[in-house]
């Protein structure tokens, strides 16, 4: 019988994350599922920063790049990845169009990674970006930030303030397969 791949079933992007810690030998099995996503020209643009709760000055200064609600609920990650594409190729310092792309799908194989784990991660577009460029000395023609990625075990919906709580029990919804595939 045909059925969708385990992993990509179970992720999800929860608000909500246990007090279980996460080692740094789990985020570095992240990171190596990050290098084998595919990209164009074999170039792999993205490139990553990332944080331990247990590092608190810089953890808490990362939490406050984070715009709306997101320090909130990230507060309780146990690490932070902040995702970074190179805007050029490296062999000829010409614009690679694909860079967010790819990094994009770098991402992807690191929640589907993460879940494959027992983990969760959520992304976040929600940070002050130039706030963020200065942070990590990243010259925007060279580089352009990508999400913010928080990662740790999923926890229970009680633990987080009313509002999100009520976002979080709701129901996952998606587009039918036939909104937005169609067949030439
Ligand atoms: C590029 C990107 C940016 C996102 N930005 C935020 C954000 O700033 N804050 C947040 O709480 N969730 C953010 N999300 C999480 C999405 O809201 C979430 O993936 C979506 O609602 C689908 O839920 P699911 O991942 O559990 O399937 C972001 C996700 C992506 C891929």
């Known amino acids: 019988m045909l059925k969708l791949n385990t992993a990509i079933r179970n992720r999800r992007s929860p608000r909500a994350i246990a007090n279980k810690i996460v080692t740094k030998e789990m985020i570095m099995l992240l990171f190596e599922a990050a290098r084998w996503a595919p990209s164009a020209m074999n170039e792999q643009p993205w490139n990553y920063f990332w944080v331990h709760r247990d ?78 460029a200065e942070y990590f000395k990243l010259g925007t023609e060279k580089y352009e930030l990508a999400t913010f990625i928080a990662v740790g075990f999923q926890g229970e919906p009680e633990q987080l303030p009313e509002e999100l709580k009520i976002r979080e029990l709701q129901p996952r919804v998606r587009k039918e397969i036939n909104e937005f595939v169609k067949e030439l």
């Open 55 to 132: 590092n608190k000055n810089k953890f808490e200064e990362v939490l406050n790049l984070l715009t709306g609600i997101n320090p909130e609920w990230a507060k309780n990650a146990q690490a932070i990845i902040i995702s970074v594409a190179r805007k050029n190729y490296e062999y000829n310092n010409k614009q690679n169009r694909n860079a967010l792309h790819d990094t994009g799908a770098a991402n992807f194989s690191i929640a589907v990674q993460a879940t494959e784990m027992g983990l969760q991660v959520r992304q976040m577009g929600g940070y002050d970006r130039q706030k963020a």
